[in-house]
């Protein structure tokens, strides 16, 4: 695929894939990377990194690295699946709003307005912890809450696409709407889709390690989110154990980093910026015109 | 002295992987006061690089060689900073898309007097007094100074930037097609209104367009260009009823007239790439004339009708 | 009109969910199941929902939004109470992020591709992905022994004077105000250097050049005037927002702002409280962003049609 080909030439995508990437692995192959088993302590308590301990312990004595390791595969699976929930609802609201138009669109926008005005971590808030305190809970609260900007861009999208006449021209030879929408719009608007996923990834993990923090994540389960959290509640701080406390951050940075590299180098690969700027901190230079110039 | 001298002007632009394109050949070009030039050529001749370079506007990957001289003053040597001395107060601009070249948040009679405080040629109450003389100059009632540029007809929006090139009497005035995007009879109107002020205010005009008409009607002399040199120069009559350079012959036949029956002729091929280096004749590709003195750059030669032609030279074109 | 929606959502949202607020309470030892009823009696859960409707939308047109469940304080006080901590806290950090974030994002746009411009580019993006909490724990880790590291003032000052009580309560907006400012730099610089490398290719910008203006007048009156605008819009929906958002901000520092007061209410079932509080942040968000609006229309003569 051309678009591929496209993309795959700009390094900030390389290197934001290879990121995502690289942390994908992890995840899936977490249990066979941890030196130590995250059950039980294996050094003292809020160990300085050491040759043993590359990263410390936390205030069990248990291994960072391990515990840093153990959480990837949490903290990736909310990512993906509270992703796969919001351009699902996303994806689906927008390719019906930008088809259809008119009421179905009105309706679509209305509702997407209206969550975008309530802002998005109270809310989560709120319906965690009444709802329900599993990763299946979570996947679903924050999911429910990041398909809106899925919604504006597929939308817009399926505008330019309608604009473009082939919609017309289908539906002219007598094409339904269900396969107008699986030939046609779904092959162009599925790239983007690709790239909001990967955002919303992101922000999914982000907002994960944001419930964590507040006591909201799923007890059972080791994510980025309740490492950081367990290391503020038992007084790391105070400690000045940082070694408890930056490992899992630096994680979802990276993991929000190379998704942001993603997105960013889609969006300027789909609108290059043409035109360069009227004003320069350098001037235009002087050159010694050679006698073949003037040949 | 001339009030703009060209001298062995070299426009390059270079591009980010080394390579670099030669926009302007080698132009030598004077134009006196008062007089009203014509610069005529296909697009990416060169023409509208060449008066950017006149006010030094070009871009920081541009080099330049060979020199500019605006009354007086060079305007290349000391680069950005010299050529600020002369932009606005002794050479202006009217550019292309007169909408776009207006700032549409800024009232149009500010844009009109704050090059006159800046430049310290008013204060601002004598500013704005020169404001409501300018915009009578170019045939605009006062009240256009309260509005914006969004709230004008093309033809306004042009009159108005006409006003604020004028504002700070400079002695040239550069325009890059003036009348492209306007209707015919508001086209008529900018090209008189260009030719009265000229000669009102003692200005020089050099106006670079790909409009025949338009030079017909404003033009006194005709600079034909092609591919970043000059190759023809005359008087405007001359140079479109009797053309010497076989390009613009050819160029002059391809333009369609309304009320005569013709078959429609392109000049066969394309012009060269800049990026090159081009030996001899530009033309010569392309050229019904060309023979075997056409493999070294022919010089621009004649009396009052300059041409950059061998064929020409030899007497070998009528 | 969105408003009103939200209003009435708030209203849906807290009778639907399980559990109200007596049950809660019913860990409470000699709870009987009259009391129970007498209790649901006094605050009104016992009539029937759409009764409750409309005693709810009328008693918020008097101003009455309830009283909290926790401290048995009418909620309008305590969340005004509570903005009061937070406006000060995050408009400072609002503010720093935003001048900070606009004189980069030019600077970047101006030096396009040079060193500087990459620096500042990279280091935007960074700041931005960083997590907000792991952000304020590393500064109090930093900082603990130089600066105050929690609540917005020092209990144990009594009696102090004016410019002592000043002082006091500066020092510990410091660090929470600073956390605010990380969060959101980023992306206002990102998005300043972004419509400033737009508005620095716009015809008007040479045209500015060719009236003999330096660089430093073009950057900022002819470019920056046409690329503030989407700053303005990304200011004001940012404000909106960060007034009820700043929750991780407020837990890690302990600041008793709206933040706080939301994760508290929602660990003691305190529908009346949360209630008042979404209905704040849903109608400063609203509030806001019709202000973006309105001052878009007065930056842009083309809008105020």
């Known amino acids: 695929m051309k678009l591929a080909r496209l993309l795959l030439h700009r390094p900030t995508i390389v290197a934001g894939i290879a990121i995502v990437a690289l942390f994908t692995l992890v995840a899936v192959f977490a249990p066979l990377l941890e030196p130590y088993s995250v059950g039980r302590p294996s050094g003292a308590i809020f160990a300085p990194p050491s040759a043993a301990h590359w990263l410390g312990c936390d205030d069990a004595g248990v291994d960072m690295l391990s515990l840093v390791v153990a959480g990837t595969q949490n903290s990736m699976l909310v990512g993906f699946a509270a992703a796969a929930v919001a351009v699902l609802i996303g994806g689906t609201l927008g390719i019906l709003a930008g088809y259809r138009g008119s009421w179905s669109e009105t309706g679509v926008v209305g509702v997407t307005d209206f969550f975008l005005v309530i802002p998005a971590l109270p809310l989560m808030i709120v319906l965690a912890a009444l709802f329900g305190q599993t990763i299946y809970h979570i996947v679903l609260v924050i999911g429910l809450l990041s398909w809106m900007s899925v919604t504006y861009v597929v939308r817009a999208q399926v505008h330019t696409l309608k604009e473009r006449g082939f919609v017309a021209r289908a539906r002219s030879l007598g094409a339904g709407d269900l396969y107008i929408i699986r030939r046609h719009i779904l092959p162009h608007v599925a790239p983007l889709l690709v790239a909001q996923t990967v955002l919303t990834v992101a922000s999914a993990v982000f907002f994960e390690a944001a419930l964590a923090f507040i006591g909201l994540g799923d007890p059972e389960r080791i994510s980025w989110g309740t490492i950081i959290q367990n290391a503020f509640l038992h007084s790391a701080v105070s400690y000045g154990a940082w070694w408890a406390i930056v490992p899992p951050g630096v994680c979802i940075a990276v993991v929000v980093l190379g998704s942001f590299l993603i997105g960013q180098g889609v969006e300027e690969a789909m609108n290059p910026r043409l035109g360069s700027a009227h004003v320069s901190p350098r001037s235009f230079r002087l050159r010694r015109p050679t006698p073949e110039d003037a040949l | ?318 | 009109m969105i408003a009103f929606i939200a209003i009435s959502f708030s209203f849906v949202l807290f009778r639907v969910l399980p559990g109200d607020v007596v049950t809660n309470m019913s860990r409470v030892p000699n709870m009987t199941k009259e009391a129970q009823a007498a209790l649901r009696a006094q605050f009104g859960i016992d009539k029937p929902m759409v009764e409750q409707y409309g005693l709810y939308l009328e008693q918020l047109g008097r101003g009455n939004l309830g009283v909290s469940y926790q401290s048995q304080q009418p909620v309008l006080g305590e969340v005004l109470h509570a903005v009061g901590n937070t406006i000060p806290m995050v408009g400072l950090g609002t503010v720093a992020a935003i001048l900070v974030g606009t004189l980069i994002g030019v600077t970047a746009a101006y030096r396009q591709g040079s060193a500087r411009d990459r620096v500042i580019t990279g280091a935007a993006m960074i700041v931005y992905s960083l997590p907000v909490q792991w952000v304020g724990l590393l500064l109090l880790v930093w900082l603990a022994g130089w600066l105050p590291t929690s609540g917005m003032s020092d209990p144990y000052l009594f009696d102090a004077g004016f410019w002592t009580t000043v002082q006091d309560r500066a020092l510990h907006m410091l660090l929470p105000a600073t956390c605010v400012a990380l969060m959101l730099f980023g992306s206002f610089a990102l998005v300043v250097r972004s419509s400033q490398l737009e508005a620095l290719g716009d015809d008007h910008v040479l045209t500015a050049r060719a009236k003999g203006y330096g660089n430093r007048r073009i950057v900022w009156r002819e470019a920056f005037r046409s690329a503030m605008l989407p700053l303005i819009t990304l200011s004001t929906l940012t404000l909106g927002f960060v007034i009820g958002g700043v929750v991780l901000v407020e837990a890690v520092f302990s600041w008793p702002g709206v933040g706080l007061g939301t994760v508290q209410a929602v660990a003691a079932r305190d529908y009346p409280l949360l209630q008042g509080i979404f209905l704040f942040i849903t109608v400063s968000v609203v509030g806001f962003n019709f202000l973006g609006d309105v001052l878009h229309s007065v930056l842009d003569p083309r809008v105020a049609e």
Not at chain 2, 86 to 91: E, F, G, S
Not at chain 2, 193 to 214: C, N, Q
Request: proline share 6%.
């Open chain 2, 1 to 318: 002295m001339s009030v703009l001298e060209l001298e062995g002007l070299h426009v390059w632009f270079d591009a980010p992987d080394g390579r670099s394109s030669h926009a302007v050949r080698g132009v030598d070009l004077a134009v006196e006061a008062g007089e009203r030039v014509g610069v005529l050529g296909e697009s990416g001749c060169g023409k509208t690089t060449m008066i950017l370079a006149a006010m030094g506007l070009l871009p920081s990957f541009a080099s330049v060689g060979g020199s500019v001289h605006l009354d007086g003053i060079d305007v290349l040597a000391g680069g950005e900073k010299s050529a600020r001395k002369v932009r606005w107060t002794h050479a202006a601009m009217v550019f292309q898309g007169a909408m776009s070249a207006m700032n549409p948040v800024h009232r149009i009679g500010k844009q009109i007097a704050d090059p006159m405080v800046f430049h310290k040629r008013r204060s601002p109450a004598e500013a704005r007094a020169r404001t409501c003389e300018v915009l009578e100059l170019v045939g605009l009632p006062a009240s256009v100074a309260r509005r914006y540029p969004h709230e004008l007809s093309g033809g306004m929006r042009q009159r108005a930037v006409i006003a604020m090139a004028i504002g700070c009497e400079p002695r040239v005035l550069f325009a890059d097609e003036p009348t492209t995007a306007l209707d015919v009879v508001v086209q008529a109107q900018i090209g008189d209104l260009l030719a009265e002020l000229t000669e009102r205010l003692g200005l020089a005009l050099v106006m670079v367009t790909h409009d025949i008409g338009m030079i017909a009607e404003t033009a006194e002399r005709a600079v034909v260009m092609y591919a970043g040199a000059i190759v023809e120069d005359g008087r405007a009559f001359d140079v479109l009823t009797a053309p010497r350079h076989p390009y613009t012959r050819l160029l002059l036949e391809a333009t369609p007239v309304v009320n005569r029956e013709r078959p429609l002729v392109s000049i066969p091929g394309t012009p060269p790439r800049l990026d090159e280096h081009i030996s001899g004749c530009a033309f010569a590709a392309r050229c019904p004339r060309v023979f075997e003195e056409c493999a070294v750059r022919p010089p621009l030669l004649g009396d009052g009708h300059v041409v950059a032609c061998h064929a020409v030279a030899r007497g070998r074109l009528s």
